[in-house]
Structures are given as structure tokens and as C-alpha cells.
């Protein structure tokens, strides 16, 4: 099996995207609190954590997930696939697999909202750019 070439600079800046809509979507701006709420946690407690390796180790799984979106995708395929392809991905498999288990979790459905509209808006996005750049 022959893999696609990748171009690493869509990786990349698809990853660095996920990223920033992430730090938008989980701000205060938008659904920080909701979010801090359902997860049962306090903000004191969210601030104790080691916030160099969350989003360090968070960029580095973001680039694995932009690089295997990117094999996906393949060459030539035009932004429209690119986004469809993500899209598909982030609802389809992550967004849905994020509702089963939280079925058995008994998270909020408003929860699921806020986690599934972020991974995705981040998946279409991060198609779109792969896609277009390809």
C-alpha cells in the first residue's frame, strides 16, 4: 500500500488551528464555565494543573491527529473533500463515540455539546486546511 505524500506545513498549521479554536471555544468568551460546571470541577482546581504539559502534550496528540487526517484526506482531493472528510471524521466517529461514552458516564448532554461541537468544528477545519493546501 502506497501512503499519500503529506505536505507537513498543512499538518502543521491544521494542527496550530485546532489549537486556537480550542483556547477560543473553552475561554470564558464561549463555554469556559458550562464546560468547568458539568465537568465538576472548580476553576482553583482546573489552575493546578501543569498548564505547560496539558497544552504541550494537547499540541503534540493535535499534530498526530492532523498528520492521520492528513493520510486519510490524500493528495489532490480540493478543499471541498478536505472538509467533508473532516467533517465526517469529527462527527461521525469522534463526536458519536464521545456520546456512547458518556451515555455510561452519565455526562450532560449539554457536556457532549460543548465537546463534540469543539472536536467538530477543530476535525472540518483542520480538512479544510489539509484539503485546500494539498
Known sequence: ???????????????LAFFVIGAIWYSPVLFANAWIKDLGLKKEEMARQNMVKTFGVSFILML?????????????????FGLTAGALAGIGWVALALGVLYLFERKSFRFWL??????????SVMGLIIGAWQ
Do not use: D, H, T
Not at 64 to 80: D, E, H, S
Open 64 to 80: 498526530v491527529m492532523a498528520f492521520n487526517l492528513a493520510a486519510f484526506i490524500g493528495n489532490g482531493m480540493g478543499w471541498q
Open 1 to 15: 500500500m502506497e501512503f499519500p505524500e503529506i505536505n507537513y506545513l498543512a499538518v502543521l498549521v491544521s494542527a
Open 114 to 123: 460543548i465537546n463534540a461541537g469543539y472536536l467538530s468544528i477543530g476535525f
